[in-house]
């Protein structure tokens, strides 16, 4: 047997150990290597301002040319970086193998970096006037504090600051301030708790649970085209008289553009790719044909499954679903509305203030939230047109932003009271919908996100609506997003978070019909009552979105073999603030 320590290689058996290993300097480095680093240092030294502390190690295989460079005691630079620029780095910082240090950069005292980072404390403009490669340069710096952990592959933009004693995720894209202490990761990076918190352990319970997602997401899976193909139609009238197909939703007890749009999102979802029943095309032309190009909305389906009477105007709140089911199914397919929502693209901040205003905030907070929610989505389709993005929409969303920001409750974090009737959910159910189209539409923080955690957790414990026959797929994603939104920016209470999400996703899975689906109601004890008890597209692609957020609520939607990309995706669908 060959002992352990006859197998440890030395500095004498490898002369590149330490471009590799180069913690190793300080106990094992020859007195040769040891003059070669003095060298080394001063050559860098000779073409740069600073200073290199002792003990310190700089691989001849890394590229160091930096103008300004200073390098704390024990800290060092291994094979293959790549360090220019401005650079401060502290004491008993690592600048691992293949990780690349540019621009104006500071890192405190203890910083660890991964392999393969790109830490880039400059950038370039993308105006469209000329090629990118003659846009002008900036450098505002990134500033990174003491004892942070910085995983492989990651990348941190410039002018991003983060905070002391922060975790970066490995393959985390960092673009916005990191708080000290957080630990974020994901591309953009996100808060996943506070360091100093300490991580639940992951006993039996978890590791089922982990268990269960897993087989769920490959059971549900298999079952996409079983599943797609029951709620295909195929001889449906199409309005030019032709005989074509329609996605029929049970609940309305016809077919209608929801559910076409359900069908394309759960395909995405479940298999990557558009239902097989028509062509990507003809999904497009079928999503489209039916917007009207003077207001940009698209009506409901009559009785016969024809398109009804065009909308006309933003006061017709039944057509406001469509502008997220429609926009985001064309999304899927890598298309957009044929029309611009001119309904919206008109309104100035003026206007946007007076409608919040006229909205039935005090008592009908569903209500007002999906039309807050139709509006910001409006806005993000108007922005995202190809060569289309009106400064008057974004300036409507700024005026709506800060509606919003200034009008949120600060002891709930709610823009609705509770009501006697229902408790708070009217409060918690319109605050998902107005959050979703705004705050996490667009990436921006959320105002007072310990009350939103504290108010919504009280509204979860109402027996009045979670239960046999109460539960709805509406009603349990109006708590786990604004969980998981306010949670990105806060771990308060994170434990009791996390046991809530558990039991729902117990019960959740047990939901699932082989072959049909969820149903958009738990069924009351006894077996279907309604239409909602009943399995259709609707409820199922609520249901799959659902159970993926109480999934990373419990830091397990890794175990699901799906993540959503349509209207509840969990990234913002665009960043105008970044």
């Not at 002369?15 to 094992?28: G, V």
């Not at 590229?63 to 620029?85: C, E, I, K, N, W």
């Not at 108010?455 to 109460?470: I, Q, W």
């Not at 009943?534 to 175990?559: I, K, N, V």
Request: net charge negative; with cysteine; hydrophobic share 40%.
């Amino acid at each position: 047997m060959t002992s352990a320590a006859s197998t440890t290689m030395t500095t004498t058996d490898d002369p590149r150990l330490l471009d590799y290993n180069a913690w190793l300097f300080p106990s094992q480095a020859t007195d040769e290597q040891r003059a070669r680093q003095t060298e080394r240092h001063a050559a860098i030294l000779a073409g740069a301002d600073g200073a290199i502390g002792a003990d310190c190690f700089i691989s001849d295989l890394a590229m160091v040319q930096p103008t300004r460079f200073r390098l704390g005691d024990r800290s060092y630079v291994a094979a293959h970086a790549y360090v220019t620029g401005n650079i401060e780095i502290g004491a008993d910082c690592t600048v691992n193998a293949f990780t690349v240090v540019r621009g104006t950069v500071t890192l405190g005292d203890a910083v660890r970096i991964g392999a393969h980072t790109s830490i880039l404390g400059f950038n370039h403009s993308m105006a469209p006037d000329r090629p990118v490669h003659k846009q002008p340069g900036t450098e505002i710096g990134i500033t990174i504090g003491d004892d942070v952990w910085i995983g492989s592959n990651v990348v941190i933009v410039d002018g991003a600051t983060i905070g002391s004693h922060a975790v970066i995720g490995a393959g985390s894209v960092v673009t916005k301030d990191v708080a000290e202490w957080a630990v974020v990761a994901g591309n953009p990076a996100r808060f996943i708790r506070d360091r100093r918190q300490t991580k639940p352990a992951r006993g039996t319970a978890r590791l089922e649970t982990a268990g269960r997602l897993g087989e769920f997401s490959a059971r549900a899976r298999d079952q996409r085209e079983r599943l797609l193909e029951r709620y295909w139609q195929p001889e449906a009238l199409a309005p030019d008289g032709t005989s074509t197909g329609r996605y029929l939703d049970p609940q309305a007890g016809q077919p209608t553009l929801r559910a076409h749009a359900d069908a394309i999102e759960i395909s995405f979802l479940l298999g990557d790719a558009p239902p097989s029943q028509l062509s990507a095309r003809d999904h497009v032309a079928r999503l489209r044909q039916n917007q009207d190009p003077l207001t940009g909305l698209i009506p409901l389906l009559t009785d016969d499954g024809l398109h009804g009477p065009a909308p006309t105007g933003w006061e017709q709140g039944e057509a406001h679903y469509h502008v997220l089911s429609q926009g985001y199914a064309l999304d899927l397919l890598g298309a957009e509305f044929e029309h611009p929502i001119r309904v919206v693209e008109l309104l100035t901040a003026d206007d946007v203030i007076e409608a919040a205003n006229g909205l039935p905030w005090r008592d009908q907070g569903w209500s007002a939230g999906s039309t807050i929610d139709a509006l910001g989505t409006a806005v993000l389709r108007n922005i995202s047109r190809d060569g289309h993005r009106p400064a008057q929409s974004t300036t409507a969303l700024d005026a709506l932003i800060g509606w919003l920001v200034t009008h949120a409750h600060r002891e709930t974090g709610m823009w609705t009271r509770a009501r006697e009737s229902d408790g708070l959910l009217q409060s918690v159910n319109g605050y998902y919908r107005a959050s979703r189209g705004t705050f996490a539409q667009f990436g921006i923080p959320v105002p007072h996100p310990d009350r939103v955690i504290d108010t919504v957790l009280a509204h979860s414990a109402d027996r009045r609506h979670f239960g046999p026959g109460r539960t709805t797929a509406c009603n349990v994603l109006d708590v786990a997003h604004p969980l998981w939104l306010a949670g990105r920016q806060s771990g308060h209470r994170h434990a009791e978070v996390e046991a809530w999400a558990l039991a729902q996703i117990a019960v959740v899975i047990d939901q699932w019909h082989d072959g049909e689906g969820f149903a958009f109601a738990h069924a009351p004890i006894g077996g279907p009552s309604r239409p909602t008890h009943r399995p259709g597209l609707q409820g199922t692609e609520m249901w799959l979105a659902t159970l993926w957020y109480l999934a990373d609520l419990c830091d397990l939607a890794e175990s699901l073999d799906y993540r959503p990309r349509g209207v509840h995706r969990p990234e913002p669908a665009v960043d105008l603030y970044a």
